[in-house]
């Protein structure tokens, strides 16, 4: 493990958001009640009805007197005005964005700050998976075509939060935004608690510490004696993630994975992620596809442990992107996030060995050919590391 790593912190609160209707309200109301400073972390943000409610607010709040800093990836935002960052800085808001395009960048270009997070007065912290766009929620009709969630968390754990952002916010003066130089905390993972109430912990990932996120996955699968509960819309985990399932549910717990259906925004991944079907079902792990709409969300679910955030678990993630997940133990947390698990797997298609081997030429040959793409890129990135 290199780079810091943050400890547990108890009395937190929780709530769990599912779905752009009710997560961006809750955000927007905690923005209208900032009187200090509000911090805003985003990669997908594009002009819309989404992000002119988020800049009216964040415009209302400068009028107060309220210090405001939005930290936004630079490929994410393509699609956001340029007006939108101009009214934001006329009215004395900070903005920067991560890692800006460069014709010269070469592999430096796929740095990205996948992060999603909302700091309030440094008592109020939103983390999860949205983006600032109309698929995760329309102001004009309070209606998401994205499945996701956000966590909306209280107590001590928000200072830790507040450290991360300022950590990358100083960070994008550097020449190598993606490389922090502060080192603060833990050096390595600190134990996993047996139980507890209002727990949190701040995992994430970065070019300097990259395994922190995972390496908390695997080593929660490994210890898991009930349930293993996997949501990602990006499934292409690394080996050790995909042995560790398959591990744990030849010992008897239930593993599920809950994955994207045929409504994806990225079908070539999809495809290449289902070359990893056939074995995983055969270790007795149960998949499922979601139907009604696009899966966005990021959520796993090992016994009474809850990660939720901006990590999809798959190798690009943990190669180039800036990631952020909260960790907590909290029953009543634990509770809504397996009823809202619960939920989304009786929308699900669950796929079997037979209908597996039942789907025609054409499917088999394109998962083939985008597995093999996959594998092309990862094998080359690793000569480069």
């Excluded at 998976?129 to 075509?145: I, K, L, M």
């Excluded at 507890?196 to 996120?213: E, F, N, P, T, W």
Aim: glycine fraction near 6%.
């Amino acid at each position: 493990m290199s780079g810091p790593v943050f400890p547990w912190r108890s009395g937190n609160r929780f709530a769990l958001l599912c779905d752009g209707e009710r997560f961006f309200p809750s955000m927007l109301g905690a923005i209208d009640s900032a009187e200090r400073q509000v911090e805003l972390e985003l990669y997908l943000v594009e002009s819309g009805s989404c992000s002119e409610a988020l800049l009216d607010r964040l415009l209302a709040a400068r009028q107060r007197g309220v210090r405001v800093r939005c930290l936004f990836d630079a490929f994410g935002s393509l699609k956001l005005a340029n007006a939108w960052v101009q009214q934001l800085q006329a009215a004395g808001g900070e903005f920067r964005r991560y890692n800006p395009l460069r014709w010269r960048g070469g592999l430096r270009n796929l740095y990205r700050d996948h992060r999603k997070l909302l700091l309030v007065d440094e008592r109020v912290a939103f983390v999860g998976g949205t983006g600032a766009t109309d698929e995760f929620w329309s102001a004009r009709n309070n209606t998401s075509d994205w499945h996701e969630v956000m966590v909306q968390m209280s107590g001590p754990v928000v200072v830790d939060w507040q450290r991360l952002f300022e950590r990358q916010w100083h960070a994008t003066f550097g020449v190598r935004a993606w490389r922090p130089r502060e080192e603060v905390l833990l050096d390595r993972l600190p134990p996993m608690p047996s139980e507890g109430q209002g727990l949190a912990r701040v995992a994430y990932a970065d070019a300097s510490q990259h395994r922190d996120i995972v390496q908390a996955l695997i080593r929660s699968i490994r210890g898991a004696r009930q349930r293993i509960w996997l949501a990602t819309p990006y499934f292409l985990p690394t080996w050790k993630v995909r042995r560790a399932l398959r591990k744990a549910a030849q010992r008897g717990v239930d593993v599920r994975l809950l994955l994207t259906g045929r409504l994806t925004d990225h079908a070539p991944v999809r495809y290449a992620g289902q070359r990893y079907y056939p074995r995983l079902l055969r270790a007795g792990i149960r998949i499922f596809e979601y139907q009604p709409r696009f899966l966005h969300l990021k959520m796993v679910l090992v016994d009474d442990w809850v990660s939720v955030g901006s990590c999809n678990f798959d190798h690009w993630n943990l190669r180039f992107n800036l990631e952020a997940n909260v960790e907590a133990f909290d029953p009543s947390f634990t509770q809504a996030a397996a009823e809202c698990l619960s939920a989304d797997f009786s929308q699900s298609r669950e796929i079997d060995l037979g209908c597996w081997h039942a789907r025609p030429w054409w499917k088999r040959l394109r998962e083939r050919l985008w597995g093999s793409l996959d594998r092309l890129v990862v094998n080359f990135l690793d000569r480069r590391r």
